[in-house]
Structure formats: structure tokens, C-alpha cells
């Protein structure tokens, strides 16, 4: 067995068992079977892991109410806390990755196509594997000219394969991320990259939350229609189809006719040839009478 304190530990854990042989009147080691053997201990492996699990949520949970006591102390006490001015490019970017880390339900971002240098595919990240485990609701609103990169395009696919819930809005003001209703960053410069505002007081977070809560109801969603090849003609009620509508939005977004393929799986010369007949259902012969038309018609806002 190698040893008498590993025949012990075999013992202990019911991997073996003593015997008794009558015919020869000696006890004899047996190894257990191993299926009931390693079930036991699998068993134990999983207490232990409950255990240390609970221990962890309660934790988890104390540290939560630790930093909300703290940082309500902090605000009353020290106000000038709440906002702090960021200056270093390292320090920023640390920051940045420490929000999405660190959220616990909600995690929002607005992405404008502004920066310092040229955005690169490389630079799309996924959430880490416990944002995800925590359910965190992801949202993020990114300006129309991503849908006319290759990188930007890039980048919102691999937002929404890795569980973004993704929006696209014309005209974005501001970059902007929020976590939970906790903390906030604003940008200092366009881009960001060289200067942002920390805040952490609650009366501006929750405003800033609002804010984002009004652009996300005027974006337009990301999501692919789920027949895009299908004929764009009209109902003969006059309602349009819903792949009408999807053009028309995209269209009223500004969006180019190649990031509109891009954007519905369809070929340009589908997209071209769509439109092309939503124009002749409205009787319009430019895109921005269409979308006035369309706005009369109550279509699209």
C-alpha cells in the first residue's frame, strides 16, 4: 500500500476496507468498489463546495453593503470625493476594464466613434466569465458611423455575440460607461482617452442613468430581422412590413446602402433593390423624402 499513513488515509476516506478471511482467521485490505467508492467522494468534494459557495455569496454580499456604507459616509463627509478628474492614459484604461469587472446587475456604455488612434478589431473585448454567471444586463448605444467601418462593424458583432444587448443612435453626444447605479465615467476630451470624470455621487449617477435610459428609447436596435430575403412590399392595408420598417429606420439613421447589407446579411443589390421599392410604395423619389413620408405616415419616429 506504500505506507501505513497512506492505507490509513484509504481507509478513512472508504477508497478500502478490512476483511476478514475465515479460512485463514486474518484480516485482509479490499479495495471498494470503485463506482460507490468515488461517488462517496464526490459527495464530500460537493459539500465542501456548497459550503465554500454559500461563504462566498455571503461574502460577496457583506463587501456590497461595506462600500455602500462607506461611500454614503464619504459623500456626507467628504463631497469632494464624489467627483475626481483622471488625467493618466494607464490609469484610465484600468479603470475602464474595472467597471464592467465589477458589475453586479447593470452594465451601460455609449461608444462614439472618436479616438486618439485607429480602433483596431483586436481591441474588442468580452465580458469576463463572472459578469456573465452574475447575469449582468449589458446595454451599450454606439454611434452610426461604426456600421461604416469594417473595425466599428466588428466590434457591435462581437458585442452582440457575446451577449450585448446593442443599439445604434445618429448623432451620439458623448461616450459614456455606468455600472449598476453605483459609479459613472465621463469623457474630458472627445475621445476619452487622455481624460475623464469619475463620479461616484448618487444624484448624478442616477441622472446619468436616466439620460441613457431616454437615448436607448430613440435608438434603433441591432437586431437582424429574422426573414431579411423576404419581399419588402407593402400590406395592401397599408401598414409597412417589418422589413420596411427595419429599412426605413435604417435609412432615417443615415446609414450607407453597403453597412445596410452589412448590418441585414442581405447583398446590395438586395438592399438597393428594396428600397428602391419602399420609394415606390411611399411615392417618394430621395431617401429623405422617404423618411419624411414614413414619419407622416406614423412609421417611424
Excluded at 449582468?136 to 457591435?156: A, K, L, M, P, Q
Excluded at 437586431?223 to 400590406?235: D, F, I
Amino acid at each position: 500500500m506504500g505506507s501505513p499513513e497512506l492505507l490509513d488515509k484509504l481507509l478513512e476516506r472508504g477508497l478500502a476496507h478490512r476483511a476478514l478471511r475465515t479460512e485463514w482467521g486474518k484480516t485482509v485490505i479490499r479495495p471498494t468498489d470503485p463506482t460507490l467508492a468515488f461517488r462517496d467522494v464526490l459527495h464530500g468534494l460537493q459539500e465542501r463546495l456548497t459550503e465554500s459557495s454559500s461563504r462566498l455569496i455571503d461574502a460577496h454580499q457583506r463587501i456590497n453593503d461595506i462600500q455602500r456604507a462607506f461611500s454614503r459616509r464619504m459623500f456626507e463627509h467628504e463631497p469632494e470625493e464624489a467627483v475626481r478628474v483622471l488625467t493618466d492614459s494607464d490609469e484610465i484604461q484600468s479603470l475602464s476594464i474595472s467597471f464592467i469587472n465589477t458589475a453586479q446587475s447593470d452594465y451601460l456604455g455609449l461608444h462614439t466613434w472618436r479616438f486618439t488612434r485607429p480602433l483596431r478589431k483586436e481591441e474588442a473585448l468580452s465580458a469576463p466569465a463572472s459578469v456573465v454567471d452574475r447575469k449582468v444586463r449589458r446595454r451599450s448605444i454606439y454611434s452610426t458611423e461604426y456600421f461604416d467601418n469594417e473595425v466599428g462593424y466588428h466590434i457591435i458583432q462581437n458585442a452582440v455575440n457575446d451577449g450585448f444587448d446593442v443599439r445604434i443612435y445618429r448623432n451620439l453626444p458623448m461616450k459614456m460607461k455606468l455600472v449598476d447605479e453605483d459609479a459613472a465615467m465621463l469623457p474630458l476630451t472627445p475621445s476619452g482617452a487622455t481624460g475623464i470624470v469619475l463620479i461616484k455621487a448618487p444624484v448624478v449617477v442616477k441622472a446619468l442613468r436616466q439620460y441613457f435610459e431616454l437615448l436607448w428609447t430613440r435608438a434603433t436596435s441591432v437586431g437582424t430581422p429574422e426573414t431579411p430575403a423576404a419581399s419588402p412590399a407593402a400590406a395592401r392595408s397599408g401598414s409597412p412590413s417589418e422589413l420596411q420598417l427595419q429599412l426605413l429606420k435604417m435609412m432615417a439613421l443615415g446609414l450607407k446602402d453597403e453597412s445596410i447589407a452589412n448590418r441585414t446579411g442581405m447583398s446590395l443589390r438586395t438592399v438597393r433593390r428594396h428600397i428602391a421599392s419602399v420609394m415606390e410604395d411611399l411615392s417618394v423619389e430621395t431617401r429623405f423624402a422617404a423618411g419624411v413620408a414614413a414619419a407622416k405616415r406614423g412609421w417611424i419616429d
